[in-house]
């Protein structure tokens, strides 16, 4: 059984979910993607359309797949972002370079680090590239694209790994990533990857010390925004659009506006509020 009898009879009605593989939303593709390469970085081009279930895009992610069309889209953007990010100074110019340069970058796209082995496959693409396109740049952008369209950058796993006890639980780089997503609607960032690398995230006073940091952070402003975007279904706004001889004073920026308004309501109530509700 992947769900262990809960006997606490506070708990009895509250089972574990089961392990799933959440599919990155467009804004959380996004974030990651700029994140390791940089602010700079363009990611346009249509992607696979975010679901709902359960009237949320979070619950949507776990049931959502990729269809014929979305592998073509998701290969049309890994290589417009790989073409960018070769064309920037990354400091590399020869194999062994490139292979730290994936090392470093492939666990913060893939939320944990690459085996050997998956490095090796990275490096093997990169050189029988460049042996066509002719420079190691040109070989290059096809490992990137390949790390950008592989299924551990595309989902999060949340499958877990069985103990002894014969009870699936998040691994500590599973835990990590939905700390992250949950708290910051991004990827986890290197502090709290070198924290899920020592196991840490399984003691309650190391978890409590990242939750604070994390609630500290600009990026918590980010995920609360995202949390009620989603649950309020704001996203509708910004194609709003009235009858404008029944309403000719509303404009096509009232919709945004209105969407902006709302979040930035919830983010002073959530942070601004609440500090000054502790201070008196």
Not at 167 to 173: A, G
Not at 176 to 197: G, I, K, Q
Not at 216 to 230: K, M, N, Q, S, W
Request: hydrophobic share 40%; net charge negative.
């Amino acid at each position: 059984e992947r769900n262990s009898t809960i006997e606490s009879p506070e708990l009895a009605a509250c089972q574990p979910d089961e392990g799933r593989m959440r599919r990155l939303t467009r804004d959380q593709y996004i974030t990651a993607v700029q994140d390791v390469f940089g602010e700079e970085i363009s990611v346009s081009g249509a992607l696979e359309p975010d679901e709902r279930a359960g009237g949320l895009l979070a619950i949507g992610a776990g049931e959502a797949t990729v269809s014929v069309r979305g592998v073509e889209q998701y290969e049309d953007v890994a290589y417009l972002v790989a073409e960018q990010v070769v064309g920037m100074d990354i400091g590399c110019d020869d194999a062994d370079c490139g292979r730290d340069y994936l090392r470093v970058n492939g666990r913060r796209l893939w939320r944990r680090p690459l085996t050997t082995r998956e490095l090796d496959e990275f490096g093997e693409i990169a050189r029988q590239a460049a042996v066509v396109e002719g420079s190691f740049r040109g070989g290059f952008r096809y490992a990137i694209a390949a790390l950008l369209l592989s299924p551990h950058f595309l989902y999060r796993s949340e499958i877990g790994a069985r103990g002894e006890d014969g009870v699936y639980r998040l691994t500590s780089w599973e835990h990590a990533a939905r700390l992250s997503y949950f708290l910051w609607n991004a990827a986890p960032d290197d502090e709290l990857l070198d924290v899920a690398a020592r196991g840490d995230l399984s003691n309650p006073v190391f978890l409590e010390r990242q939750v604070e940091r994390m609630l500290a952070a600009p990026r918590a402003h980010a995920g609360v925004r995202a949390l009620f975007d989603d649950v309020l279904q704001l996203e509708g706004l910004t194609s709003l659009s009235k009858d404008p001889l029944s309403f000719p004073h509303i404009s096509p920026e009232v919709g945004p506006s209105a969407r902006e308004v709302t979040l930035r309501v919830v983010e002073w109530l959530t942070f601004e509020d609440s500090d000054r509700k502790s201070v008196v």
